[in-house]
Nanobody, 122 residues
């Protein structure tokens, strides 16, 4: 089993910065090809939405609401992904989830971390 372990998050005032980290652990050797890693978030009463995602080929997608403020980066060797969040706004408050999609043999896997709370006060 491969798990995603997230760290970071917390409480910050509007305009501040936070960083999130996520690394795969467990049966790392079973990952033959990491397709993509990224971050999603879910605010109370709302659906989970994409924040930023990075594919192994180097393509990066950002939600329009975070473009210019958030930066995603990856460490392919460590199967890790990071999210630097600057100029945070109260509407960024949510539980942030790490996601990874990978192949193990011919099996496609789509896994999630447990989530980490980000709270931005006004």
């Amino acid at each position: 089993q491969v798990q995603l372990v997230e760290s970071g998050g917390g409480l910050v005032q509007a305009g501040g910065s936070l960083s999130l980290s996520c690394a795969a652990s467990g049966s790392i050797a079973s990952i033959d090809h990491m397709i993509a890693m990224g971050w999603y978030r879910q605010a109370p009463g709302k659906q989970r939405e994409l924040v930023a995602r990075n594919t192994r080929g180097g393509n990066t997608d950002y939600a329009d609401s975070v473009k210019g403020r958030f930066t995603i980066s990856r460490d392919n060797a460590m199967n890790a992904v990071y999210l630097q969040m600057n100029s945070l706004k109260p509407e960024d408050t949510a539980v942030y989830y790490c996601n990874a999609q990978y192949y193990s043999g011919t099996s496609h896997n789509d896994i999630w971390g447990r989530g980490t709370q980000v709270t931005v006060s006004s």
